[in-house]
């Protein structure tokens, strides 16, 4: 469906004035590295391994949990200075709680199957948010005001991957307040993507994902309110997963949710490897896993497939990228000659609207008529009111402590409307329930993760409506997995969201298993 005339116009008006402030903004902004730095290659075996089968090896006493632990932390040490990526780590705990680990292998009694189902990631290294309690570490969401902030306990999932037995190294950056698709802010400075240090690692979850891409972590947790897991490992070429709305605990996390945004937010894993994927949400969900069917085999020739090539030409996003439309293309080619099954090209109307439809949910009130606290009223973090116009101007003159992402989100945030559109809310309505009939128990649904590549540091604030292609699935509440490609001309990733009806996590990480086999996986940025 082509756009209207009104919708034609707005795209020209919204082009104008992004193509001024990014003027604007180059012109008070450094100029750009002419070259990337390189990121080194993986060269010790230990970390081209995917967690359960490190577990193993550590169970099996074929390493020592010590040996695995200090090979992360000697790669965190070698791209960290190029990524900024850890911006706190907990190497010396991190080595003690490694010995404990190995000292409590040699004193096992109970074999090595009882250690296996007791401590799954024993000895396992894993990477964390900051915006995740994790004791005795920051927790600021790169808030300046939150500057020496630190947590008292572990979030609830955080403590279940430690009780499975893994072991933190440390925690990553975020955007300001975790609401912005990079990974920036004046406390801690901006984290670079391990492909091409020039550009973005996404957000909020980039630390995560740029040490992750990098090598620099096996697994990692994330979070994700319109793409937050799911951006970071596209832009980084690893595997990430939302799941079903209301499995995983999402307590523990700075900013903590208010209004309606309980319900569209998703606490997960990443990793590099698919083979992950399944067991840290199995451990992430806790007693919840028992409402996936995580245990099920998946016949994927049983399996039906769609795709939807775009979001119906929104006069907000970006026109998908046409590398991205190939391998997408490929994918259901792949799947039709290995399965031979039939994948349906479909599209959904309403999608053209996605991002009002997040945009709007977000700002929805609880049960109780509470809205969501004012993003101005975050931003100032209990101290004197935050004037967006004001933090502008001081921004220009480089006295402010607000990145521009966040001084443009609270702009949005005062002019939002207090009556959400009818219109919206039926627009959303009639998509979940589009949707959901298509999907069933069974359907699997390819979609572009982003309109575009990572984009160079800052670009985004001039298009940012693109996370609608990965927001709409929050407000929906379906459980989606990012999957990398391969890469582009550029040597960037690409990848693709598959997703499921709700409660069928269990398919999309079955074909994320399929598409790691069919098209490689994770790449070494360092080999590129």
């Not at 832009?235 to 208010?258: A, L, M």
């Not at 399996?303 to 997408?328: H, I, M």
Request: glycine residues 10%.
């Amino acid at each position: 469906m082509g756009l209207t005339v009104g919708e034609r116009i707005q795209k020209w008006l919204l082009r104008a004035v992004s193509g001024f402030f990014f003027a604007l903004f180059r012109l008070f902004s450094r100029p750009e590295p002419v070259r990337p730095a390189k990121v080194p290659p993986v060269r010790n075996p230990l970390l081209t391994v995917p967690a359960v089968q490190l577990a193993e090896k550590i169970r099996r006493r074929e390493v020592t949990s010590v040996e695995v632990v200090q090979a992360y932390i000697d790669r965190i040490q070698e791209v960290n200075p190029l990524l900024n990526a850890v911006i706190k780590d907990r190497f010396s705990a991190a080595l003690s709680e490694a010995a404990h680990v190995d000292r409590l292998i040699d004193e096992e009694t109970g074999g090595e199957e009882a250690l296996a189902d007791r401590l799954p990631l024993l000895g396992v290294p894993l990477s964390v948010k900051e915006s995740f309690f994790l004791q005795g570490m920051p927790c600021s969401a790169g808030l300046v005001s939150r500057a020496g902030v630190l947590a008292s306990g572990d979030a609830p999932a955080v403590a279940l991957l430690k009780r499975a037995g893994a072991i933190p190294l440390g925690v990553t950056n975020t955007p300001e307040l975790c609401m912005w698709v990079e990974s920036s802010n004046y406390l801690y400075g901006i984290t670079k993507n391990p492909y091409d240090t020039r550009r973005m690692c996404g957000g909020s979850s980039g630390g995560e994902g740029s040490i992750l891409g990098s090598g620099g972590s096996v697994i990692g947790i994330g979070s994700d309110i319109g793409g937050s897991i799911r951006m970071p490992s596209f832009f980084n070429g690893i595997f990430g997963h939302k799941g079903t709305s209301g499995i995983v605990s999402n307590d523990g996390q700075y900013p903590p949710s208010s209004g309606r945004q309980e319900e569209f937010l998703s606490t997960g894993p990443m990793c590099r490897y698919a083979e992950d994927l399944l067991p840290m949400l199995r451990i992430m969900a806790g007693a919840n896993a028992d409402k996936l069917s995580l245990s099920s085999d998946v016949d994927l020739k049983k399996l039906r497939f769609f795709t939807v090539v775009d979001d119906g030409g929104s006069p907000l996003t970006s026109p998908v990228d046409k590398q991205l439309t190939e391998a997408q293309r490929k994918v259901a080619q792949r799947l039709e000659a290995d399965l031979g099954v039939k994948v349906k090209e479909i599209s959904f109307p309403q999608l053209k609207y996605s991002y009002q439809i997040w945009d709007t949910f977000l700002a929805l009130p609880d049960e109780d008529g509470k809205l969501p606290q004012p993003f101005v009223e975050l931003m100032a973090d209990g101290g004197p009111a935050v004037w967006p116009v004001w933090e502008l101007i001081k921004w220009l003159f480089g006295k402010s402590d607000h990145t521009m992402a966040a001084i443009s989100l609270a702009f949005l945030s005062s002019i939002h409307s207090a009556t959400p559109p009818q219109f919206i809310l039926q627009q959303k309505e009639t998509l979940q329930r589009s949707i959901e009939e298509v999907l069933g128990t069974d359907g699997v649904l390819l979609y572009p993760p982003h309109p575009v590549l990572a984009q160079k540091h800052h670009h985004p604030l001039f298009t940012p409506f693109n996370a609608a292609y990965t927001g709409i699935f929050n407000i929906l509440g379906l459980p989606v997995t990012q999957c990398p490609l391969g890469l582009s001309v550029e040597g960037l990733p690409l990848g693709v969201q598959v997703v499921a009806g709700k409660l069928q996590d269990h398919l999309t990480l079955a074909v994320a298993l399929y598409l790691q086999k069919a098209f490689g996986g994770w790449r070494d940025p360092g080999a590129t």
